[in-house]
């Protein structure tokens, strides 16, 4: 995995160098990677694991042109490309039933009809079905700039100003979802953070429901605006069970008449995201990956908020994982009309869910448009090379490197 969680340009420049050492070296390379893109841009041949056990193998052309696992059909499936066009991704689940039997051995069947069901999704839902008209700017930003100080040479004596974020503007309109892309340090995170008051603005203005929202106002609204933050392990409190976890902000905002009703409250917000009352006396250490996530959607959802910032919340888990977190998201902002800031490295991701984008470039935000018109014709160079640098797996590219070599 020595790409996972790496934007786009760095994880080219880490690729190209593995193939430099393949190529001029004759290094053998054994890659271990979630990511199927990269699988595609950099190996020769597939080894597809579930279980821990080898569900199939072939060539890098014959596993992504004709894949014959049901495993391994999901996998394909449910990642999403900058061609996707539907709103609920399938995931692996919907290929592949796996039978438990008593001595724990396992049993995997293929769903029947699974790709037609697929092929029906894909026809049935446009993106447009799944979005109710804006009805006003719920966030405005104006002129939003987060410097940081930091010392540097002997004891520490020279002084420089970072400037995370550099004078940014930009709008979401209410029940929509704006995609936040960018390189590594380019100040994603820090915006987003400064939008909830979590980190200490410079100056600018962040105009909220109409309203300019100050240091002191920010208590009355964190009910409204919440963060999933990027890693789900560190994200939740291991002391805590998940029914703890889940009454805390309820308590603490005063949500709910008793313990009773937070109780109620605590499981139906489990069932929301595909969990259920049999986890609440469990600790995060006893969930999957995919769960803590879960859980952490969960307890930004307890205070009923209409803005959430979505940060790398789905940037380390494999595509199967991924896509359930992300069609939850979907329907979540469907049900509740929420809004979201959606930071990602990953751009076919942010094409998937977001309604606009917005690239960000040192600090600056450098091109906002729509979603589809800017990965079809983006206007700023510095987008232009982001795009450039996604692994390409479309069939004809992989059939054309399998030529040459």
Do not use: W
Not at 321 to 326: C, D, E, P, S
């Amino acid at each position: 995995e020595p790409t996972t969680a790496l934007d786009v340009t760095v994880q080219a420049r880490i690729l190209q160098i593995l193939r430099e050492l393949r190529n001029d070296l004759g290094v053998a390379v054994l890659f271990v990677t979630h990511d199927l893109g990269v699988v595609a841009d950099v190996a020769d041949r597939v080894v597809v694991m579930y279980r821990g056990k080898v569900v199939e193998q072939g060539s890098v052309l014959s596993i992504f042109e004709n894949p014959s696992h049901p495993y391994v059909k999901g996998l394909l499936a449910c990642r999403p490309t900058f061609e996707t066009k539907y709103r609920i991704l399938p995931t692996v689940e919907d290929f592949l039933h796996a039978e438990e039997a008593k001595d724990g051995s396992l049993t995997l069947r293929e769903r029947p009809n699974a790709m037609e069901r697929l092929s029906n999704l894909e026809n049935k839902h446009d993106p447009k079905d799944f979005r109710r008209e804006p009805e006003q700017t719920l966030l405005e930003v104006k002129d939003l700039k987060v410097h940081f100080t930091s010392g540097s040479g002997f004891l520490r004596k020279t002084r420089q100003t970072v400037k995370a974020v550099d004078g940014v503007d930009l709008s979401i309109a209410k029940g929509k979802t704006l995609g936040l892309v960018g390189e590594s340090g380019c100040g994603k995170t820090t915006l987003g953070r400064a939008i909830l008051g979590l980190v200490h603005a410079r100056s600018g203005i962040v105009r909220y429901d109409g309203a300019v929202l100050q240091a002191s106002d920010m208590r009355s609204y964190r009910k409204r605006m919440q963060i999933i933050f990027q890693d789900p392990y560190a994200s939740l409190n291991p002391r805590l069970t998940i029914e703890q976890a889940l009454t805390e902000p309820l308590t603490v905002h005063q949500i709910g008449s008793g313990s009773s009703d937070r109780r109620e409250r605590v499981v139906s917000l489990l069932e929301e995201v595909g969990l259920s009352s049999a986890h609440l006396l469990r600790y995060p250490h006893e969930f999957s990956g995919g769960q803590r996530q879960r859980l952490c959607v969960a307890r930004a959802l307890a205070v009923e908020p209409e803005f959430l910032v979505c940060d790398e919340c789905v940037s380390a888990m494999d595509v199967s994982v991924q896509a359930q977190v992300l069609n939850l998201l979907n329907e979540l902002q469907e049900s509740r009309n929420l809004t979201y800031l959606f930071i990602s490295h990953d751009l076919s991701v942010v094409k998937f869910v977001s309604d606009e984008v917005a690239v960000m470039q040192a600090g600056r935000i450098v091109e906002t448009n729509e979603a589809e018109a800017l990965y079809r014709q983006p206007k700023d160079p510095y987008t232009q090379k982001l795009l450039d640098a996604v692994p390409k797996s479309d069939l004809k590219e992989l059939r054309e490197r399998q030529r040459r070599n």
